[in-house]
């Protein structure tokens, strides 16, 4: 059975930083994109980053410069390093992993994906 496990959220003040980390067993995503996805109270969830299998990496232009996606694929665990954090930040924080395998198009769909974590909350006090 896959599981995809999030850690490192909480409570943080603007300006903060905050390292999100997911990670899998069950299976191996080394040859999958793997990403993270957002979800504030009353909005829809939105894409935040994603890596691919090569290791190229995308990110919704809202975190460019502040958010960086890694992964350690020996650990089976992607992560999300989240630097000089703003209030609109503040959202339900879920990894995603699986789908195509070598794609060449950055996955920023949530129906690009297959698993998916149970999200770990991020809050950032103004």
């Known amino acids: 059975q896959v599981h995809l496990v999030e850690s490192g959220g909480g409570m943080v003040q603007a300006g903060g930083s905050l390292r999100l980390s997911c990670a899998a067993s069950g299976r191996t995503f080394s040859k999958n994109d793997m990403g993270w996805f957002r979800q504030a109270p009353g909005k829809e969830r939105e894409f935040v980053a994603t890596?691919?299998?090569?290791?190229?990496?995308y990110y919704t232009s809202s975190v460019k410069g502040r958010f960086i996606i890694s992964r350690d694929n020996a650990k089976n665990t992607v992560y999300l390093q989240m630097n000089n954090l703003l209030p609109e930040d503040a959202a339900n924080y879920y990894c995603?992993?699986?789908?195509?395998?070598?794609?060449?198009?950055?996955?920023?769909?949530?129906?690009?994906?297959?698993?998916w974590g149970q999200g770990t909350q991020v809050t950032v006090s103004s």
């Open positions: 995603a992993g699986g789908g195509r395998i070598f794609s060449s198009a950055f996955a920023v769909q949530g129906s690009d994906y297959v698993y």
């Open positions: 890596m691919s299998w090569n290791g190229n990496t």
